[in-house]
């Protein structure tokens, strides 16, 4: 059996029970090197083999797995924060399907769930947004032209960019120009819950000014919209006047 399991945001700790519990099993893991913390490995059992997937290309990937099933070993496939944000499992599952590799995903903490965290924040404010985009911009590899940033900054919702942190100058004007005003609060969070994590808060005019200035170029998430600021309104789920199905708003 092959495990997709994510990692989380950086932090050992914040690896799920049950990715741990695989982890422990594990009888080979392939894990993505330039991301992922290498103190996730200090669980693995004796004897259990170790790769990088950093320094492999998907068929070399492929084939440790298949090894490994025809062997009856169990594999974990060890993926940054969640498989299912950028973590390029479709095409490996894809094959294994092919190939009759029986698999399942265990699902771990976003590093956009770490950012927040780390921001003291709350992406979906009431009267503030109630919508999270998480996209990258189009750097090495393409984005469908209809996901530009520019159009998704038409929403003015809370923006998430993974992957992008090299691209500043263009994200900020095309943030602006798609209808973010430049005063509008934005931070970079960089390795969100690693012993190195940084915060840098800014405006969206900032954002590459300040990514130079101290010298971030990968690994940092883009944070963008009104949640950052300080104005919202509070939840209509605990006003005592709103009534729900397990107690009676109180009315004058």
Known sequence: MVYFVGAGPGAADLITLRGKALLENADMIIYA????????????KPGCEVFDSAR??????IEKM???????KNTVRLHTGDPGLYGAIREQTDRLSALGVAY???????????????LRAEYTLPGVTQTVIITR???????????????LAAHNATMVLFLSAGLLDEISQDLMEGGYSPETP????????????KIIRCTVAEL??????????????????????????LSRLYSADFSTGYRKGITE
């Not at 963008?224 to 600021?229: H, K, R």
């Open 66 to 72: 298949k090894i490994a099933s025809a062997l009856g």
């Open 137 to 151: 911009a189009a750097g090495r590899t393409a984005v469908p032209g209809r996901e530009n940033i520019r159009s």
């Open 186 to 197: 934005a931070a970079i969070v960089y390795k969100a819950s690693w012993p190195e994590e």
């Open 208 to 233: 590459c000014k300040r990514a130079e200035e101290n010298g971030i170029t990968k690994t940092a998430l883009i944070c963008v919209g009104g949640f950052l600021g300080d104005d919202y309104e």
């Open 33 to 44: 090197g330039s991301l992922v913390n290498p103190e996730l490995l200090s669980f693995a």
């Open 104 to 118: 399942e995903t265990c699902p771990g903490v976003s590093s956009f769930c770490a950012a927040a965290a780390a």
């Open 56 to 61: 492999m290309t998907l068929d070399e990937v």
